[in-house]
């Protein structure tokens, strides 16, 4: 068992290595544009890059919540190890098509050498629903910040504006529907359930559930079972991600910042910039979300950037500059992930 999960380790490792490799050869822009970019980023980017450091703090803050909740005790896991894990998740999860492909399974694989593996497994799945629950309820309370930045006349309104944002409210409150009954009743025996709807996925799920019935039963049980009995523990790690997502905003502040776009300066430019780099983060974040079977959602978060930051009557080259800037982010920040793979303790 254990070089089985050695080779794991190993196909994980080779896998986001090809990731970068392939995002460095994917950039819509040359080279020589892109050098450009970064000398026009220049000592603003210790700061775009750093703020990551805070953002997967506050998520491995919100897994560990997670995990003390599920096993109902201290976790017997050192803290910094979960903030390796939910890097090196993160990093494969930006490497692989449909987010979730590399990272679960990898945090699912190594936790599983802390506590049990069915617990691991629960852990690792209430964590990756909370971390969407998070994303809708940004989604969410974005509508009603543009609604606010609307009254005080800082932002357009119209027909078609509406409309969408209506849209994303029904979005929103059906997800929140559907997420809320699998923390109650537990959730893998449902998407079993969808997966053996799809044509030629039906054998595989029976024959998953005739060797598995005990522990999906087992780890359904502990999902509900968090969500009934430790409400304490949940509601902080919904708080640490949708702040994860606000702290994440502040890097798209810098770089409005660094093209002198602060709405006038002083302490209400500063805020009114601040909710504007919310509102394009949560723009690109649903944007992307919504087609995020591509790998590295290649060419999708540079066209969601471009068209969330023209909506604001920002340009569009601010829009291409902010995609770049924030590719070079995480490729830099796979590569972290991928060598904390290799790090024993």
Same mark, same amino acid.
């Given at each position: 068992?254990?070089?089985?999960?050695?080779?794991?380790?190993?196909?994980?490792?080779?896998?986001?290595?090809?990731?970068?490799?392939?995002?460095?050869?994917?950039?819509?822009?040359?080279?020589?544009?892109?050098?450009?970019?970064?000398?026009?980023?220049?000592?603003?980017?210790?700061?775009?890059?750093?703020?990551?450091?805070?953002?997967?703090?506050?998520?491995?803050?919100?897994?560990?919540?997670?995990?003390?909740?599920?096993?109902?005790?201290?976790?017997?896991?050192?803290?910094?190890?979960?903030?390796?894990?939910?890097?090196?998740?993160?990093?494969?999860?930006?490497?692989?098509?449909?987010?979730?492909?590399?990272?679960?399974?990898?945090?699912?694989?190594?936790? &599983?050498?802390?506590?049990?593996?069915?617990?691991?497994?629960?852990?690792?799945?209430?964590?990756?629903?909370?971390?969407?629950?998070?994303?809708?309820?940004?989604?969410?309370?974005?509508?009603?910040?543009?609604?606010?930045?609307?009254?005080?006349?800082? !932002?357009?309104?119209?027909?078609?504006?509406?409309?969408?944002?209506?849209?994303?409210?029904?979005?929103? !409150?059906?997800?929140?529907?559907?997420?809320?009954?699998?923390?109650?009743?537990?959730?893998?025996?449902?998407?079993?359930?969808?997966?053996?709807?799809?044509?030629?996925?039906?054998?595989?799920?029976?024959?998953?559930?005739?060797?598995?019935?005990?522990?999906?039963?087992?780890?359904?049980?502990?999902?509900?079972?968090?969500?009934?009995?430790?409400? /304490?523990?949940?509601? /902080?790690?919904?708080?640490?991600?949708?702040? &994860?997502?606000?702290?994440?905003?502040?890097?798209?502040?810098?770089? !409005?910042?660094?093209?002198?776009?602060?709405?006038?300066?002083?302490?209400?430019?500063?805020?009114?910039?601040?909710?504007? &780099?919310?509102?394009?983060?949560?723009?690109?974040?649903?944007?992307?979300?919504?087609?995020?079977?591509?790998?590295?959602?290649?060419?999708?978060?540079?066209?969601?950037?471009? !068209?969330?930051?023209?909506?604001?009557?920002?340009?569009?080259?601010?829009?291409?500059?902010? &995609?770049?800037?924030?590719?070079?982010?995480?490729?830099?920040?796979?590569?972290?992930?991928?060598?904390?793979? /290799?790090?024993?303790?």
């Amino acid at each position: 068992m254990k070089w089985t999960k050695q080779r794991l380790n190993n196909l994980f490792f080779f896998l986001g290595i090809a990731a970068v490799v392939v995002m460095l050869f994917t950039f819509d822009v040359s080279f020589i544009e892109l050098w450009d970019h970064l000398c026009h980023a220049g000592y603003w980017l210790i700061p775009i890059i750093g703020i990551w450091v805070v953002v997967y703090w506050l998520n491995a803050q919100a897994w560990q919540s997670m995990i003390e909740g599920n096993i109902g005790g201290k976790a017997p896991v050192s803290f910094w190890r979960i903030y390796r894990l939910t890097i090196t998740g993160y990093a494969l999860n930006y490497a692989t098509p449909v987010g979730g492909l590399g990272g679960e399974p990898y945090r699912i694989m190594e936790l &599983s050498k802390d506590i049990d593996n069915q617990h691991a497994t629960s852990s690792v799945i209430l964590y990756a629903m909370m971390h969407f629950f998070a994303h809708f309820w940004f989604w969410f309370i974005s509508i009603f910040i543009y609604l606010g930045l609307v009254l005080i006349g800082d !932002l357009p309104i119209s027909v078609a504006i509406g409309v969408i944002l209506g849209i994303i409210v029904v979005f929103c !409150l059906v997800a929140f529907y559907i997420i809320s009954r699998g923390y109650k009743n537990g959730l893998v025996k449902y998407v079993l359930g969808v997966l053996s709807r799809i044509p030629g996925m039906k054998r595989w799920t029976l024959k998953f559930w005739a060797r598995h019935s005990e522990a999906i039963k087992n780890i359904d049980e502990q999902i509900a079972a968090l969500y009934a009995q430790d409400t /304490k523990a949940f509601y /902080k790690s919904l708080v640490l991600e949708y702040l &994860s997502r606000v702290v994440q905003s502040m890097e798209v502040m810098f770089m !409005l910042l660094l093209f002198g776009i602060d709405c006038g300066g002083g302490l209400g430019g500063l805020t009114l910039t601040f909710l504007h &780099s919310i509102l394009i983060v949560s723009f690109t974040t649903l944007f992307a979300n919504l087609i995020g079977f591509l790998p590295m959602q290649l060419g999708v978060q540079e066209g969601g950037f471009v !068209l969330s930051i023209a909506a604001l009557g920002l340009s569009a080259a601010l829009g291409i500059f902010v &995609s770049i800037i924030c590719r070079v982010r995480e490729i830099i920040w796979i590569v972290i992930g991928i060598g904390l793979m /290799k790090m024993k303790k």
